[in-house]
C-alpha cells in the first residue's frame, strides 16, 4: 500500500515514491534497505519517461548528475560506517528547513550550482535511505508539471542505476533486497497508472505547491519513523 501511494504522488508530483515508501519499508524490513526502494526508484521513472520524455532538462540534469556521482559514494560511506537513523534525523531537518525557505520565496536560482549543490546532496541521502528527491525537486518547484517529472525521473532512473552498483561493491545489497524490490513493482505499477487524473489537475498550477507539501511531509513522516524504531 504504501509503494502504491507512494507511486500515485511521484507518478502526479514528479518524486514521492521513497518518501512514503522508506518510512514503512523501514519499520517492516529495515535489513532490505535502501536497495529494495533502489530497484523501484528505478523502474517507475521509466512509465513517466515513456510518456514525458521529451520535457528533460538535459541541461539542468547534466549538473544534477554531476554532484550526485560523489554525493553517491559519500551516502555508501555512510550506509557502511554511519547510523542510519542519525542520518534520517539530519536530512528531514534539512528538508523542513529547505522547505520553510522556499516557502517564503518566489522561487530558487535554478543554476549550475544550485542544481549540483541539489544532485550532490541527493546522491547522499538517496544511496544512504532511498530518499534522494527533495533536494532536486525543491530547485526545480517553479519548473512546469512535464518538465518537472521528465527531469526528475531521468535522474532518478541513473541514479537509482547508480546507488544500486555501489551498494553492491560494498556488499550491502542483499539478494532479498532485490527480489522484495521486484515483487513491489507490481503496486508500483498500479499507482502510476492511478495518477493520470491528479497530473492534469496539478498542472494548473498547483506543482509548487505540492511539491513543497510533500517534502514536509516527508520530513515529519521521517522523523518520526526515525523515532519510533
Do not use: C
Not at 95 to 122: D, E, K, M, Q
Amino acid at each position: 500500500m504504501a509503494v502504491f501511494l507512494g507511486a500515485v504522488v511521484q507518478g502526479s508530483v514528479g518524486f514521492g515514491l521513497g518518501l512514503v515508501g522508506v518510512p514503512v519499508l523501514t519499520m517492516l524490513d529495515p535489513a532490505v534497505m535502501p536497495g529494495a526502494m533502489q530497484v523501484v526508484n528505478m523502474t517507475l521513472p521509466l512509465f513517466t519517461l515513456a510518456v514525458e520524455w521529451r520535457r528533460v532538462d538535459w541541461r539542468g540534469l547534466g549538473f544534477a548528475l554531476l554532484g550526485r556521482l560523489p554525493g553517491s559514494v559519500v551516502g555508501a560511506v555512510i550506509v557502511v560506517y554511519v547510523s542510519i537513523h542519525a542520518l534520517s534525523v539530519f536530512v528531514a531537518v534539512m528538508v523542513l528547513a529547505a522547505v520553510g525557505l522556499t516557502a517564503r520565496a518566489v522561487s530558487l536560482p535554478r543554476n549550475g550550482v544550485t542544481i549540483t549543490s541539489a544532485g550532490f546532496v541527493s546522491g547522499i541521502t538517496g544511496t544512504a535511505t532511498g530518499i534522494g528527491g527533495p533536494p532536486v525537486a525543491l530547485v526545480y518547484q517553479t519548473a512546469k508539471g512535464p518538465q518537472i517529472r521528465a527531469t526528475l525521473a531521468m535522474f532518478f532512473f541513473l541514479g537509482a542505476a547508480q546507488s544500486i552498483v555501489i551498494l553492491a561493491l560494498v556488499d550491502h545489497l542483499p539478494a532479498r533486497a532485490l527480489t522484495t524490490g521486484a515483487a513491489l513493482l507490481v503496486p508500483m505499477i498500479l499507482g502510476f497508472l492511478v495518477s493520470g487524473p491528479l497530473r492534469r489537475h496539478l498542472d494548473q498550477g498547483k506543482v509548487r505547491v505540492a511539491i513543497l507539501a510533500v517534502a514536509a511531509a516527508s520530513a515529519l513522516g521521517l522523523i518520526g519513523v526515525t523515532l519510533l524504531t
